[in-house]
């Protein structure tokens, strides 16, 4: 099965690298595997996309997406791509159900996965108090308590965030001090609104009617356990990339993320483009990797006119 571009992901940046190479004429074939849509599937509303008044539910959008993707051209099959020949032109894929795939351009957004606890209760109130987002899900908890978990940058600046908008944010760190820098440290712990707990963890996630009331916190030092009440928790201790097909063979950064040009989605190999949250670790935000799919069929397109 043979195309001019092949798009890995089926996520916001898939679906609008798809819709824009399809309206250029190229026939793109998006590949995808058991679970399509990418992270947002597992979030409930959506109130920051562009374009809808009205919360919209995350599962619909994509499927908007993906329908107008077809719509307008594009062949969606569904398998799970086990490795990349990116050594050769056309590039060779092989897939989990035997099939063979080969492409003049390959568009990889096969985005990120945020690490959870594996704690009790965790699923079960993903979308009704627990999040990793503080940008996609913070507005819904204006005026609240609610709790961070982690120790790094990214929880302090989640923990700052909320904290604009939040009566009270609590943050829990397994240590007696924190990883994030010492600049970050110092907004924290000079805001008034914030207040840490030291040396526990998260043991499970407490509930009632669908809805998550509070966390049961271990201990690191003495084992003994608590309940304290929270209308939400975040989980900021980090995102893994989905970088394992090209770990090898494209340039990464120190923590897998697909390194590319500045201003561009090219990356170290030529007709090879990356978009959304396999390259993007600072904004994760379902329109940014919508825009960052654009630019990679915008850029895919001209590497296919260049070579002709």
């Given at each position: 099965m043979h195309s001019k571009v092949m798009i890995l992901g089926s996520g916001?940046?898939?679906?609008?690298?798809?819709?824009?190479?399809?309206?250029?004429?190229?026939?793109?074939?998006?590949?995808?595997?058991?679970?399509?849509?990418?992270?947002?599937?597992?979030?409930?509303?959506?109130?920051?996309?562009?374009?809808?008044?009205?919360?919209?539910?995350?599962?619909?959008?994509?499927?908007q997406m993906e329908a107008q993707a077809r719509e307008v051209g594009t062949q969606i099959v569904t398998d799970t791509i086990v490795s990349l020949d990116l050594s050769i032109h056309p590039f060779v894929a092989e897939g989990e159900l035997g099939d063979t795939y080969t492409a003049d351009t390959l568009i990889l957004c096969t985005g990120a996965q945020a690490k959870w606890l594996g704690i009790a209760g965790e699923t079960e109130y993903l979308g009704s108090g627990v999040s990793a987002c503080a940008t996609c899900d913070g507005p819904f908890f204006k005026g609240k308590h609610v709790a961070v978990v982690g120790g790094g940058n990214t929880a302090v600046e989640e923990a700052?965030?909320?904290?604009?908008l939040c009566k009270q944010v609590t943050l829990i760190h397994r240590r007696d001090e924190l990883r994030a820098e010492k600049m970050l440290q110092e907004r924290l712990l000079g805001t008034k609104n914030i207040d840490v707990i030291w040396s526990h963890v998260p043991q499970?996630?407490?509930?009632?009617?669908?809805?998550?009331?509070?966390?049961?916190?271990?201990?690191?030092?003495?084992?003994?356990?608590?309940?304290a009440s929270f209308?939400?928790?975040?989980?900021?201790?980090?995102?893994?990339?989905?970088?394992?097909?090209?770990?090898?063979?494209?340039?990464?950064?120190?923590?897998?993320?697909?390194?590319?040009?500045?201003?561009?989605?090219?990356?170290?190999?030529?007709?090879?483009?990356?978009?959304?949250?396999?390259?993007?670790?600072?904004?994760?935000q379902a329109v940014t990797a919508a825009g960052s799919g654009c630019m990679a069929a915008l850029e895919a397109e001209k590497f296919i006119s260049e070579s002709e």
């Open positions: 916001p940046a898939g679906n609008t690298a798809a819709i824009y190479a399809a309206r250029a004429g190229l026939d793109p074939l998006l590949v995808h595997g058991e679970q399509p849509g990418g992270q947002l599937t597992i979030t409930t509303d959506v109130d920051n996309y562009p374009g809808f008044a009205d919360t919209v539910q995350g599962p619909w959008l994509m499927e700052l965030f909320l904290s604009k499970e996630v407490v509930g009632e009617n669908g809805r998550m009331t509070g966390l049961t916190l271990r201990s690191t030092q003495h084992d003994d356990t608590q309940f209308d939400g928790v975040f989980v900021a201790i980090g995102h893994s990339p989905n970088t394992g097909l090209v770990s090898d063979v494209l340039d990464l950064d120190a923590e897998g993320y697909v390194l590319t040009e500045p201003d561009s989605t090219r990356t170290s190999i030529a007709g090879v483009f990356a978009a959304g949250d396999v390259k993007d670790k600072i904004f994760r």
